[in-house]
């Protein structure tokens, strides 16, 4: 139990097809962050939520990804008319109290 | 500007030691150590402020030169738990909260 919840964790769609992931920290943080990872890299930085408000957004956002945290507790990322390129981990993370990162356990989307 | 890790990979038998480097271009407020086995999250191990101490873990220990932008995790009397891929995350000294820049990564493995 890692202390943020993921949902799904696997995806898979079709090239085109839009799709919603969902991060639930377990407790109540400030700060929330989106990361890709593909297989053999280090996670990449997607965006940030400090409360309801979304902060930065990494140049990897394009227009096709959107992220909420409509009440500054849960998060979705969305990604529309997906392609290939968008296969990867997406992991979210809070903020712990020992100063560094607790990760979900991610959603691996498998585009075809 | 991604922090770059060394070695990319290394092998060791139980019992030996280890050390993993991170180097950065920027001037950093901390530096983050990560562990990731394979299809799992990152799971924190460390964080490191900027002022070059030097924290302890168990057999894990990790410095960071503030001067050089350079981090090092130390891994001794290596256990098969050990396994795994090492990233170096590192958050520049910008006066703001920012988001974690991973490493490229180190793969370790431990072997009986």
């Known amino acids: 139990d890692t202390g943020v919840s993921q949902d799904p964790r696997h995806k898979i769609t079709k090239r085109g097809q839009n799709v919603t992931f969902r991060c639930d920290p377990i407790?109540?943080?400030?700060?929330l962050y989106w990361y890709r990872q593909t297989l053999g890299q280090g996670p990449e930085f997607l965006t940030y939520?400090?409360?309801?408000?979304?902060?930065?957004k990494s140049r990897l956002l394009s227009d096709r990804f959107s992220a909420e945290r409509p009440k500054g507790s849960f998060s979705t990322l969305e990604i529309q008319r997906t392609e290939q390129g968008d296969s990867a981990m997406y992991l979210c993370?809070?903020?712990?109290?020992?100063?560094?990162?607790?990760f979900g356990s991610g959603t691996r989307l498998t585009v075809v | 500007q991604q922090p770059v890790q060394s070695p990319q990979a290394v092998i060791l038998r139980e019992g030996e030691d280890a050390v993993i480097n991170c180097s950065s271009s920027?001037?950093?407020?901390?530096v983050h150590w990560y562990r990731q086995k394979h299809g799992e999250a990152p799971v924190f191990l460390m964080i490191?402020?900027?002022?070059?101490e030097q924290k302890g873990h168990e057999k894990i220990s990790a410095s960071f030169n503030e001067k050089k932008q350079q981090s090092s995790l130390y891994l001794t009397a290596s256990q098969l738990s050990y396994s795994g891929t090492y990233f170096c995350g590192t958050v520049p000294d910008t006066g703001t909260a920012s988001k974690l820049t991973f490493g490229t990564g180190t793969r370790l493995q431990v072997t009986l």
């Open positions: 939520f400090q409360n309801e408000a979304q902060l930065e």
């Open positions: 920027k001037a950093l407020y901390s």
């Open positions: 490191l402020l900027k002022g070059g």
């Open positions: 993370a809070t903020p712990d109290r020992d100063g560094g990162y607790t």
């Open positions: 407790s109540e943080h400030n700060r």
